[in-house]
């Protein structure tokens, strides 16, 4: 492909919109790539990461999170189309460790149920969120069955991160290579995305990536990127703002690039049909259009319609990243916004309507001010009220407990106050603050967690028997996952 155009050309507007939404919401920098009519247009933004200010370019690796997805649905459609697969071979037949609470469930779950998000469970603890990056994918898939259903098996949408990370591991054991191995002979080398790539070895690879930021205090603080296999094809694919063009133009036109049929074109269109039915909702914005009038979640690609106009689409985030893409397959428009910071999760949703909105000739609209009202931002949070305890009456509530798939909860005292740590999280490390009640909330001591937080109060509560603490329950996505003592008395 040759080089994109710059993005005033398509329309001198966009270029300082975009800027004025990412300095709204904190974003150090980010990558805009657009198609129109098979045109390809970028801009560049900000520096790559505040403690190191080089710029960033169309060539800067941006982790794309769980936009991830669709590079999965597409890997598998070329081994569909190929005959080596079907979308209903059992998840079984490729990642026989993949096991959920009901046996027969398991048996019958399919890479088409994986990759449309419809297994029936809730996007639970460890599991959903992610294990420490050392772990394999298999210890999530091995501890699946701890998780109840929420709702019965392909009866609702409900979004489960390890669903499309198994996908990933039967992608790569079905040719056996390896997922990323395989995910670039299909998808990455034939479209020349010689910037992207995914897994444990990507900080090798692309030297030229962007970091990860929160923002604490009102301004964007750099955190360390995360590197893993664990998740990889849930999230964890690095795109430059460059290949994300030529990605684009893969879906646009059906598989076509630069005349190679990449994937056959109605092997990739079916990564785009409904599959699981949704629901416009606040809650799942960066998915689904809020003023959508239909959704349904197809296979890595969430779709709905924006103002009357067919849309396929999906968002991405991970503790210091943020990203969008939006196709409008009968416009011929494509969008693909990456930024390096979490920011309030908005800028490139904004950003990326915004754009989009230009091009079909609708009426001007503060996007930003707009995805903002439908989730307002909470007041800032006033110190608890905390209740003061002894370090003797800590001791009743330190103790090690266990969930048996998150693994160990340890609870110990120290120096007079009540500290935490979840083993097998990622750098998840807090005090605990008496707040009466057998209640405590959770004051992080890691930036990751810190800016994850900021705007939430979040609080561990214990159940005591005679005098002691027998069961820690902890919020969030861990809510209703309770973690037992084992130590004993």
């Known amino acids: ?34 198609v129109v009519d098979d045109k390809a247009y970028h801009a560049a933004y ?12 169309p060539d800067t690796g941006f982790n794309i999170g769980s936009c991830s997805k669709a590079f999965v649905s597409a890997t598998l ?26 046996p027969q469930i398991t048996a019958m779950a399919t890479l088409r149920d994986l990759s ?92 030229e990536r962007a970091g990860w930021h929160v923002v604490l205090d009102g301004r964007a603080v750099a955190i360390d990127e995360v590197f893993t296999d664990q998740y990889t094809g849930s999230g964890g694919v690095v795109v430059s703002g460059r290949d994300a063009l030529q990605w684009l ?42 003023g959508a009038h239909v959704a349904a979640y197809a296979l890595g690609w969430a779709v709905s319609d924006f103002e009357g106009h067919p849309l396929v689409m999906h968002s991405g985030s991970d503790l210091g990243i943020q ?40 009426a001007p609209r503060d996007w930003l001010a707009y995805l903002q009202s439908l989730r307002p931002k909470a007041p800032p949070l006033a110190p608890p009220a905390l209740v003061p305890l002894s370090a003797d009456a800590l001791v009743a509530y330190a103790g090690s407990y266990e969930h048996p798939a998150d693994g160990p909860l340890d609870v110990r005292v120290s120096e007079g106050r009540l500290t935490a740590v979840l083993r ?16 405590f909330a959770m004051q992080f001591s890691t930036p990751e967690w810190r800016g994850v937080a900021a705007d939430e109060r979040l609080e561990v509560s214990f159940s005591l028997e005679a005098g002691r603490a027998v069961r820690a329950d902890m919020p969030g996505p861990f809510h209703g996952r309770p973690f037992l003592r084992v130590d004993a008395p």
């Open 323 to 362: 990203a969008q893409t939006l196709l409008l397959p009968q416009a011929g428009i494509g969008v693909a916004v990456y930024a390096n910071s979490i920011g309030g999760g908005m800028g490139a949703l904004a950003a990326a309507f915004a754009i989009a909105a230009s091009q079909l000739g609708l």
């Open 46 to 57: 900000g520096v790559r990461s505040v403690d190191r200010p080089e710029p960033v370019t």
């Open 424 to 439: 097998k999280a990622y750098r998840m490390h807090f005090d605990l603050l008496p707040l009466g009640e057998h209640r």
């Open 116 to 207: 449309a998000n419809r297994l029936g469970l809730p996007g639970a603890g460890l599991t959903e969120s992610g294990f420490d990056p050392s772990y394999p994918p298999e210890h999530t898939f091995e501890r699946l069955r701890h998780t109840p259903p929420a709702f019965p098996f392909r009866s609702h949408f409900g979004y489960v991160n390890a669903g499309h990370a198994a996908n990933a591991v039967a992608a790569g054991r079905i040719t056996g290579k390896g997922v990323v191995a395989t995910l670039r002979e299909r998808i990455l080398a034939p479209l020349g995305m010689r910037g992207s790539s995914a897994g444990s070895g990507t900080a090798s690879e692309l030297p």
């Open 1 to 34: 492909m040759n080089s994109p155009a710059p993005l005033d050309q398509l329309d001198p507007r966009l270029q300082p919109l975009c800027a004025s939404i990412f300095g709204a919401t904190q974003i150090p920098g980010a990558s805009v790539a657009v």
């Open 77 to 102: 459609a070329s081994l569909v189309a190929e005959g080596l697969c079907a979308w209903d071979d059992p998840i079984s037949r490729w990642v026989p460790e993949f096991q959920l609470h009901d």
């Open 249 to 290: 133009r893969l879906h646009l036109n059906g598989g076509l690039v630069d005349g190679v049929q990449v994937i056959p074109r109605e092997a990739l269109l079916e990564t785009h049909r409904p599959q699981t039915v949704a629901g416009p909702a606040k809650g799942a914005m960066s998915l689904f259009y809020p």
